[in-house]
Structures are given as structure tokens and as C-alpha cells.
């Protein structure tokens, strides 16, 4: 780590309202050093990031430039600073050509300036980062989403930026566009520039990166050099700490196959997905984004488009590619996306309960509102909703409750069903995590079988019957409960044996 | 929206390309005549008649209609200079923004011939000729329709209320302006308000009811001036509705109209309407055409080719019984 | 929460303002006023309360229902010799299948609300110059009596009116429909995700939307024996502002008929209010608007909290 560091922070703390999301962190980045950010969910690794990129302001603490204590006030601040952000929802303009892309928003281009110049040096940031061949018009709606990737450090090249901060740059990329990546990073690394790499693949930190540093609850765990720290180590610094209290005790209960998938195919990620599932028993689709997870059970409930496959629910095959359908055959679906997808914000709680119980509760196409109203309530009880809030508005519950909205409305059904769950605990805070697992476990005695994906480790040991873990669409493993192990687990998910 | 009116005139008017050239001849003369919406069933009409005569005469006559955009007119315009047409034949959208479109034609040396509407005296030398009526004699003749309804009536003193076509029209204010003169010579009869009916039927109904309402207090509404026939019948429907005496026959209030529909026929021959004025589109659009074809034999026209006009009320009612039955 | 209970009181203020000015405008309460309010209310608030659907369901506006409205009297009027009903029936099912066509188009086919509704515009004035060859309409029969008139000393056209608002808050509060329409409206990829079909409640809205500008047209042309195109010339907007004034998001999903019911009599009353008090015809015009808008800012206000 030669020279004094380019960019640092020494005991940042933030406070959002009550909440402490970083607490006292120190790090630094030196000259010539790419540095890895790692920790799970809400670990304060994007808050961190805000912090660097002037986002946020810290309330306590110093952020240092060249050894000096700096505020960055603004994200234009930040530009000037020579710190640039590539983001993880990319901030190019599709219709834009890679050229006018490159310059887009930059501050140093004068109002008359010399378009010849302007090309030559988008040509040598592109050559730089090995995408030379491209031609400069090419709208940038035409490229592959790594290619955008790399047309986005070239933009920050072009602003002279000395630190750059990548945040999940591989999440959704292929094996060879990683690899693009990963070698305009060492190129960029021997120019002398530092970059901040976060990341949840622990594989690539140990193949790009020379250090790494643990964050977890808010609270720095500790920086390693790559070459003094080995996978297990890692983990353990990451996942260290109780994982009882939060997860309810039970018994698997095995009972009759209830749902059948075969050879089910999900393009352009899911290429053969097979699974027997139990009524009684909670199963875990582990994997992070771009493991297929997600895409097999929004699949399963008939909202990929063009999935096929074979899959039956006691016994009776269920057409793929409609909700209808699904539903019909008693298939229930809780969305990762709940605001956009899961949600009905303008509509009342109540409204919201009964939203996929409409038929149950009509004649000749009209609604029984009294027995719609008494359906409501009971299931309000039944996830734990305070029944005076029914005739709310959807928009005025926290992330936790409505998040309740969405189970209570695919629960209720005399007839135990099956019940898919994507990201059941996304966004939702500590407290409502844990009545959500309970709940799980309800739903689980009542003989419903319960399909989770999820790409949190913890909560996947802590509630399945059974893991499948999955990597890059396919299945890598499957465990028991008590069969498996964390590091086995996290290993398939991050970097998985048999994918190298 | 424009983009595609745009692209449906360009269109309509390469369809129409192919012309002879004839010398001092109406024979092959190609006419563009742009309206404003052949849904408005005056202009509608015009158009109809105008097109038969002017192709009988073997012209060829392209129409576009710009919906009341008067961008999409202005481009209409231009199109037809670039296109060279022989003569334009303009019901204008607006009389501003026409301005600069027929300076460009009468700089391409297009001749202009208005309908409908003339513009303002300023701008006299952008148009070749006016042909159509005169809107203030049209004015003058409601006037003296509603004077002689209330004399009729005995009365020397009467409020009178105007509901009018769309009030920014030019053609609408010299009617009224003229309405005004008439009674200006007549102390007692006095116009007390004057709203924008925008020559829609249900609107109309509508202010004239609370038009009553509103001089019910002081004194009453005497006299309504709705500047069309349909207008009219939305008048007569509202004063009926208030249960208020209707007709010059039960001394009741005086309707009279402006320029002549069926509408206005009928309610004049059953007496609910006293009065109303001729300015039949047939008839105008004839003229038009006539002047057109005179035009390519060589004729000068004058600046302004009035089509005479007159008052309608039951006693002369048959004659005009024909020509008013759009 | 606090910017709500300003928002709400502010909202009563102004209703009880706008009543108070109403109520003490000389001649406001009287029998004609009153009927000529009624008459004002009833044929913009049909169609009003078909727009109502359409925003509803998260596809802003039509720009089609005026013309919808045009077409529909011309139809009735020239059919009116094969007999009041059927020419009743023809109109309806003219109406519902103009709107519908373009309900199929948006919900189906995902095309943008607000072009599809122009290109229908477009198609129904081209289609009616071509038919009538831009001729006023008269009646072709006998009957129009029907439709005139009133019962109790209420005109028939309100009547009417005051059914389709029942009727429509009917809909969408007891019907499964009604149900899916807002929540379609509310957040269509959810509506999916709950098994509903869209498509098909989009397409619904705008044949409810087409069936009230249908018999509104119907009305007008009964009321006043002839009809052309311009009869229904700026419905559109008008009714689209008394949906907004009312309260129903433009977004989407919140919304309810008898709302816009408030919508179209807060701007009747102004108007009327305006033009018994004698302002001059710009005055109108300038203060319609900025109630309007400020009511509209308003809700919006409210909205964000």
C-alpha cells in the first residue's frame, strides 16, 4: 500500500432519524490499490458510498482528500474531486450515442469546444479500458449491458476521476463480460488509480482486489489484505453474529408432494430447474441476483413470459404464462418488487387484503362487501394488521406492514395452497422481520408449502426445511436442514466449486 | 397532432399534382381551398358547393381542413405556395397568425381570395378579394329585427342580452357592433350583456337561462340576440323552460337570429323566433366560385364582392325556405 | 398528517366559500337558474362521469368523447325513422363500440392512451364528413318527446344524470369490475401479479366511457332537434377538469364517480355564479381557471403530504 492515502474516512458516523446506519467507520484508499467493500444487506455499504460521492454528509467524523479533511457537499463536488460513482442502476441515456454519452453531463467541456478533440480522447478512455474496436456513434441502447458498464468508467475516465467506485458491477453480467471488466480494472489499477470495489461475490475479491474491508450493522469489522485472509475467515467476519431469537424453533413435518417442477426453463437465465416440494416444509432458493431464483418462482406463478416447462400442484398440471391459472390452482405469490408489483398504494388496507379473493366473494359480478369486509378482518388478525387501520391507505404503512399485506392476501384459503416468496424480508425492519418468520412457520403447521428465494443468507439457514442453492442459473447443491453449512452454502452462491 | 395533419396535406395535395397549364382559362386551374373544419356545417356546405362548381368548370379543387390549428393552417398555406397552386381560397383560423403565411403568398405572387370572414382594414392588401357577406350588415338586420319586435310589442323601453359566436372571431364582433348601432338610434332599447356563446346550442341554453335570472330583478330581459339560428333554438329552449312569455304574438321576448339554418325556419314559422338574417353558404359558395372562374378569364375582381343580403321574418319566410335548410 | 388536516380544511373552506357566494348571489336559488345549472350539469357530467373510468384506470383522458358524443346524435338522429328504440340501441352500440375499439387498443396492445384517443378523433370527424358530407342532421322520425321534458318538475336530462352517477359509483364500488378497474388504475403490474386481467378491465372502462357519451349525445340531439360535429366540441376538457377538481388522481387508482359529480357542479356553480354577478366575459374565463387550477394544485398537495 505505497503512499498516503487518496481517499479516506476516520470515524464517519450517520444517523438516519434514530437509526445509526454507519457507526465510527475508518478506512483508506491508497494510490495504485483497488479495495473491496464487503457485508450483507444493509450493512451501510451504500451509505458509505453516498458519503464518498457527497450524497450524504456525515454526522460525525472526518472524510479526508490527499490527508486533508474535505466536505463534499454535492455529488458536482464530488466530480470535481476527481471521485466518480459507476452505479449499479446505470445512469447512461439509452438513445444517446457512446460518444455523446461519454461527455454527457461533464462539467470541463467548454460551449465551444472542438468536436475533433472531444472524439480523440472518448478513442483513447475507450482503448484504455479495451473497447477500442467500438465505434463512437453506436447508440448505446445496442450495447450489451457490461459493454454500458465499461462505457461508464470510460465517461469517468474522461473526468479525470483518480478514484473510482463500483457497486456491484457484476451482479447481472456474464462470465466473459466480467472478465472485460475485471481487465480495464487492472489496466486502470497500473495507471494509478484507486477503486473502490463492493461487491457480495467473495470469489472476486479474492481474484481483483488487494484489500478488503467488512462492514456489518453499520460498524467497520475490519480491513485484510487479499493475500492474509482466506475465504472462511472472510465469511465468518461478515456473518458473525447471533443468528438465534430471530428464527422460530421447529420440526420439519414432511407430508404429501405437493408441488412438481420439471426441466423448467426460464430464458435467458434459467435453463433446467427441477424440484419436489412437500406440503409443511419451507424450501430456500438461495442465491444472489442474477442466480435465476427469483426468475424460477415469478415463472412458477405465471408471470414470465416465455418460460416452459412441466409443473403440477397435487397432481393436476397448471398451465405456465398465466397468473389466472396459477392462482387458480392455488399457487400464491408474494413479490420481491413491493412497491411496484405487489402493492396497491392508492387502495385501502382492506382493499388490499381481499385483492386476490375477488371471485371468492362475488355473485353475478357483484362484490358481497360485508362478507369481503368480515374476510378482511380476519385476515388482518391472522398477519398481525391492527384491524383500525383497514380503511387506511395502503402508502401510510411502514415497509414491514405492508409487506404483512401481501402475505395476508395470499393466505386465507381453506385449502392450504402453495406459497411463493421472493425476498419475504426485503426492506422490512428488524422487528417485523422476525413476525414475518413466525408467520412463515404458521403458514408452514397449516400445511401450506412454502417456496422462499432469497438472497440472504442468514435468514435462508435460519427458516428452510430445505436449501437449494443456486448459481448463475443453475442448482448447485441441495441440503437438508442441519445438512448444511454456511460456508457451503455462501461457497455455492458466491463461487461455486464446480463453476470455476 | 400537427406533425400529422402536416403529413395528411402533404398528402392530399400530391395527389393532386398533374395540371395543364391553360392560358386566360378556368380549364385545369388548380385551387386550394383551405378550410377550417367541414364538421361546422356552414362551412361544410360552402365547401360542397364550391368544389361542384369550380369542377364543373374544370378546376381542380384540393381541400384541407386545419381543425381550428392555426399553425396547421399557416403550414397548409406555405405548402400550397411551394406547391404553386393557381389561387388560394382561405376560410382563416385566426387573424393574426394568418398574417405572415399571406405575406409569403402574395410575395410568390398567389392570389388570396377570403371567404367568410374579411380581415381587418390594416390588412387590406394581403388578400385579393373578399367574397362573402357583410358581416355588419348582418348585425344591422338582427338590429332592426329586434327593433321592429319590440315596437311591435308597444314597447319603448327593453333589455336586451346578446349571446354570441365565439367571441374572439372578427366577424362575430362587427355583427355586434353593428347590432349596437341600430339601437344606439333607438333611446330605451339598450343592450345589457353580451356572452360568449361560442355558436354552440347546449352553451347557449345555458347563458341565456342565467341571463334571465340574472335581469329577472331589474326589470326582465326584453330582447336576446342569439348571433345563429341554432343558438337560437338553445334561447327559445331556455326561455321556455323558465316559463317567461316567448314571441312578439303573446308580448312575450323577442329571439332574433343572424344568419339562417332550418332551425331558425322552423321557430320563426311556429312565432318563437321573430327575425333572422340570410347568409346561405349554397349561395356564397356559388358566387365564390363564379368570381374564381371569372378571375381565370381575365376578370379583375374587386377587393370586396359583398353577396347581398337579407332580413328573414315570416312574412317573407317561403323564399328563403330553400336556401336555409342546412 | 398535519399537512392533511390543513389540506382538508382548506378543501371545506372552499366548498362552504364557493356556497356562500353562490347562495348569496341574487336569483342563484330561483327555479330557472336552478334548471339552467341542472341542464349545464347533466350533459358535461355524463361524460364526465365516463372519463372518470378512463383516469381511473391509469389512462389519463380521452380526447375522443366529444366527438364520440357528436357522432352519437348524428347516428340517433338519422336512424330515428326505424323507431325510438332501436335508434336508441343503434346510438349505444355505436358509442360502445367506437370507445371500445380503442379500450382493446390500450389495454391489449399497450398503445398510448392519449393518441389512440386522437386517432379515434381524427377517424370520427373524417368518418362523419364523409357520411354526412358536413350537413347539419334533423330528425329522420318521430318521438323525441321521450327524451324531453320532465317528471316531478325535474328535467328528464338530470334525471338521467344523477342515474349514470348512481350507477357508475355502483359499479365501481359493489361490481368485482369496479374492483379490478381501480386497482388497475392503482398499479397494473400488482393487478397482474393478483391474477386479474388488465386488458380486459381497461377495455371495460372505456365501454363505460363510450356508452354515457352515447346517450349524452342522444340528449342533445333529442333536447334540440338537429345535430352536427361541434355539438360535443370541448366536453373533453371541460369534463376531464371537473374529474381532476373532483378529487380523482390523474395517476390513477383513487377516484369515484360521485366525486366527479362534485367536480362538474363546483365549476357549474362558479360559472353560473360569475354570470349572474355581471363580471365581463375575460373576468369569466380568468377566474374559472385559477379556481380550477388551484383546486387541482390542491389536491395534489394533499396527495404528496
Redesign the interface.
Known amino acids: 500500500m505505497p503512499g498516503q492515502p487518496i481517499l479516506a474516512v476516520k470515524g464517519v458516523t450517520k444517523r438516519f432519524g434514530p437509526n445509526e446506519v454507519l457507526k465510527k467507520v475508518t478506512l483508506s484508499i491508497g494510490a495504485q490499490e483497488i479495495c473491496a467493500i464487503c457485508g450483507e444487506n444493509g450493512a451501510g455499504k451504500s451509505t458509505l458510498v453516498k458519503v464518498f460521492t457527497g450524497v450524504h454528509q456525515v454526522d460525525g467524523g472526518v472524510v479526508l482528500v490527499d490527508g486533508k479533511p474535505t466536505a463534499i457537499p454535492s455529488p458536482l463536488h464530488a466530480q470535481e474531486l476527481g471521485i466518480a460513482l459507476v452505479a449499479q442502476e446505470l445512469s447512461l441515456a439509452p438513445a444517446l450515442s457512446v460518444l455523446d454519452n461519454i461527455w454527457l453531463g461533464n462539467r470541463k467541456v467548454p460551449l465551444f469546444h472542438r468536436r475533433k478533440e472531444l472524439r480523440d480522447r472518448a478513442q483513447a478512455a475507450l482503448e484504455k479500458i479495451g473497447l477500442g474496436d467500438l465505434p463512437l456513434e453506436t447508440p448505446v441502447s445496442q450495447l450489451s449491458i457490461g459493454r454500458r458498464q465499461l462505457v461508464e468508467i470510460a465517461r469517468m475516465l474522461t473526468r479525470d476521476a483518480r478514484v473510482l467506485i463500483l457497486d456491484e458491477p457484476t451482479a447481472t453480467l456474464s462470465d466473459v463480460e466480467i472478465e472485460r471488466i475485471f481487465s480495464a480494472l487492472r489496466v486502470l489499477k497500473a495507471e494509478g488509480k484507486s477503486i473502490i470495489y463492493i461487491t457480495h461475490r467473495l470469489g472476486e475479491v479474492f481474484e481483483i482486489c488487494d484489500t478488503v474491508s467488512v462492514l456489518r450493522n453499520g460498524e467497520l469489522v475490519g480491513t485484510r489484505p487479499t493475500a492474509e485472509i482466506d475465504r472462511e475467515h472472510l465469511m465468518e467476519m461478515m456473518l458473525g453474529r447471533n443468528m438465534g431469537e430471530m428464527y422460530p424453533r421447529w420440526d420439519s413435518k414432511p407430508g404429501e408432494p405437493m408441488l412438481t417442477v420439471k426441466h423448467l426453463r426460464v430464458p435467458p437465465i434459467v435453463q433446467d430447474f427441477n424440484l419436489v416440494a412437500e406440503r409443511g416444509m419451507v424450501i430456500c432458493l438461495a442465491g444472489q441476483v442474477g442466480s435465476g431464483a427469483i426468475e424460477v418462482l415469478r415463472a412458477l ?1 405465471g ?1 414470465a413470459a416465455d418460460a416452459t416447462g412441466e409443473v403440477s400442484v397435487a397432481g393436476q398440471t397448471v398451465r405456465l404464462r398465466s ?2 391459472k ?3 390452482a392455488n399457487v400464491q ?1 408474494i ?1 420481491e ?1 413491493r412497491a ?8 385501502s388496507v382492506g ?1 388490499n387484503l381481499v ?2 379473493r ?2 371468492d366473494h ?1 355473485r353475478l ?3 358481497e ?1 360485508s362478507k369481503l369486509r368480515a374476510t378482511a378482518s380476519r385476515l388482518a388478525s391472522a398477519v398481525g394488521v391492527d384491524l383500525k387501520r383497514l380503511r387506511s391507505h395502503a402508502d401510510e404503512l411502514s415497509g414491514g406492514n405492508q409487506q404483512k399485506l401481501a402475505f395476508g ?1 395470499s393466505i386465507g384459503g381453506d385449502d392450504p395452497g402453495v406459497l411463493l416468496m421472493n425476498e419475504p424480508t426485503r426492506g422490512v425492519d428488524v422487528g417485523a422481520r422476525a413476525e414475518i418468520y413466525r408467520l412463515i412457520r404458521q403458514f408452514c403447521d397449516r400445511g401450506y408449502c412454502l417456496i422462499m428465494a432469497s438472497s440472504d443468507i442468514e435468514e435462508v439457514l435460519g427458516m428452510s426445511d430445505i436449501i437449494v442453492s443456486m448459481y448463475r442459473g443453475r442448482q448447485i447443491g441441495s441440503y437438508r436442514r442441519g445438512e448444511a453449512s454456511l460456508h457451503r452454502v455462501l461457497a455455492d452462491i458466491t463461487h461455486p466449486v464446480a463453476a470455476a | ?1 400537427r406533425f ?1 395533419f402536416a403529413m395528411l396535406a402533404l398528402v392530399l395535395t400530391s395527389l393532386s399534382f398533374g395540371s395543364r397549364d391553360a392560358v386566360a382559362s378556368p380549364e385545369g386551374k388548380r385551387v386550394a381551398l383551405l378550410g377550417t ?5 356552414y ?3 360552402w ?2 358547393t364550391f368544389a361542384k362548381f369550380a369542377t364543373d368548370a374544370g378546376m381542380k379543387v384540393t381541400n384541407l381542413n386545419s ?1 381550428y390549428d392555426a399553425a396547421v393552417q399557416s403550414q397548409q398555406i406555405d405548402d400550397a405556395i411551394a406547391q404553386k397552386f393557381d389561387i388560394i381560397v382561405l376560410v382563416y383560423v385566426n387573424d393574426q397568425a394568418v398574417v405572415p403565411a399571406l405575406t409569403r403568398a402574395k410575395a410568390a405572387g398567389i392570389p388570396v381570395l377570403l371567404i367568410v370572414t374579411p380581415l381587418k382594414k390594416d390588412y387590406e392588401e394581403l388578400f385579393t378579394s373578399y367574397v362573402g357577406t357583410d358581416h355588419r350588415e348582418l348585425g344591422r338586420l338582427a338590429g332592426e329585427g329586434m327593433v321592429k319586435g319590440l315596437m311591435a310589442e308597444g314597447k319603448t323601453k327593453a333589455q336586451i342580452v346578446a349571446v354570441t359566436g365565439a ?1 374572439q372571431q372578427l366577424n362575430v364582433q362587427d355583427r355586434i357592433a353593428a347590432f349596437k348601432d341600430v339601437l344606439a338610434k333607438h333611446p330605451g332599447f339598450e343592450l345589457v ?4 356563446g ?5 352553451l347557449t ?10 335581469f ?2 331589474r326589470g326582465g330581459v326584453d330582447g336576446i340576440f342569439a348571433m345563429a339560428d ?1 343558438q337560437a ?2 334561447s327559445i ?2 326561455v321556455e ?3 317567461l312569455k316567448l314571441g312578439v304574438a303573446d308580448k312575450g321576448i323577442v329571439v332574433v337570429g343572424s344568419n339562417c ?3 331558425g325556419m322552423i321557430n320563426i314559422k311556429s312565432g318563437k323566433q321573430y327575425a333572422t338574417a340570410t347568409q346561405i353558404p349554397t349561395e356564397e359558395a356559388e358566387i365564390a366560385a363564379k368570381k374564381v372562374i371569372g378571375h381565370f378569364n381575365g376578370e379583375k375582381l374587386k377587393k370586396y364582392e359583398l353577396v347581398p343580403v337579407h332580413g328573414i321574418s315570416k312574412e317573407n319566410l317561403e323564399q328563403f325556405t330553400a336556401g336555409c335548410s ?1 | 398528517m398535519r399537512t392533511r388536516h390543513i389540506v382538508l380544511a382548506i378543501r371545506i373552506i372552499t366548498i362552504a366559500a364557493i356556497a356562500i357566494f353562490a347562495l348569496t348571489t ?3 336559488t ?4 336552478i ?3 341542472l ?2 350539469i347533466s ?1 358535461i357530467g355524463c361524460v364526465a362521469v365516463g372519463m372518470t373510468f378512463i383516469t381511473l384506470t391509469g389512462n389519463i383522458m380521452s380526447l375522443c368523447l366529444g366527438a364520440t358524443l ?1 357522432a352519437s346524435a348524428l347516428i340517433f338522429l338519422s336512424s330515428l325513422s326505424a323507431g325510438i328504440l332501436p335508434a336508441f340501441l343503434l346510438t349505444l352500440l355505436f358509442g360502445i363500440v367506437v370507445t371500445a375499439a380503442q379500450g382493446v387498443l390500450i389495454g391489449y396492445f399497450r398503445a398510448n392512451p392519449i393518441l389512440v384517443s ?1 386517432a379515434g378523433l ?1 377517424l370520427l ?1 373524417g368518418g ?2 364523409l357520411a ?5 342532421i ?1 330528425p329522420g322520425g318521430e318521438g323525441l318527446q321521450v327524451f324531453k321534458g320532465r317528471i316531478a318538475g325535474i ?1 328528464i336530462e338530470a334525471l338521467y344524470f344523477f342515474a349514470t352517477v348512481v350507477a357508475g359509483q355502483f359499479i365501481l ?8 378497474m ?2 388497475v ?3 397494473a ?7 386479474i ?1 388488465t386488458a380486459a378491465a381497461v377495455t371495460f372502462a372505456y365501454v363505460i366511457a363510450g356508452a354515457c357519451a352515447a346517450v349524452s349525445g342522444v340528449l ?1 340531439a333529442a ?4 345535430g ?4 360535443g ?2 366536453y373533453d376538457y371541460t369534463a376531464i377538469a371537473a374529474v381532476l377538481v373532483g378529487g380523482t ?1 390523474i ?1 390513477g ?2 377516484g369515484s364517480v360521485v366525486r366527479t359529480l362534485i367536480g362538474v357542479t363546483v365549476i357549474a356553480v362558479i360559472e ?1 355564479v360569475l ?4 363580471f365581463s ?1 375575460q373576468l369569466q374565463y380568468l377566474i374559472t381557471g385559477l379556481i380550477v387550477l388551484s383546486v387541482i394544485m390542491l389536491h395534489t398537495i394533499g396527495e404528496r403530504r
Open positions: 406463478v408471470l397468473v389466472a396459477s392462482r387458480a405469490f413479490s418488487d411496484g408489483e405487489g402493492i396497491f398504494l392508492r387502495l382493499q385483492a386476490t375477488l371471485s362475488t359480478g357483484i362484490l362487501r392476501r | 397532432m400529422v373544419s367541414n364538421a361546422n356545417p362551412i361544410g356546405a365547401t360542397k381543425n367571441a350583456a353580451a356572452e360568449d361560442k355558436w354552440n346550442t347546449a341554453e345555458k347563458i341565456t337561462g342565467e341571463l334571465l335570472v340574472r329577472n330583478a341554432n333554438t338553445g329552449q331556455a323552460s323558465a316559463g339554418m332550418k332551425d342546412y | 341574487p336569483g342563484f330561483s327555479q330557472i337558474s334548471n339552467a345549472l341542464n349545464a350533459f357528436s386522437i381524427s370527424i362523419a364528413d354526412t358530407g358536413g350537413v347539419r334533423y328535467p364500488s359493489w361490481t368485482r369490475i369496479g374492483r379490478a381501480a386497482m388504475g392503482s398499479n403490474r400488482a393487478a397482474t401479479a393478483a391474477g386481467s342533445l333536447r334540440y332537434g338537429s352536427d360535429m361541434e355539438l366540441t370541448g388522481a395517476q387508482g383513487s353560473v354570470l349572474l354577478r355581471g366575459q
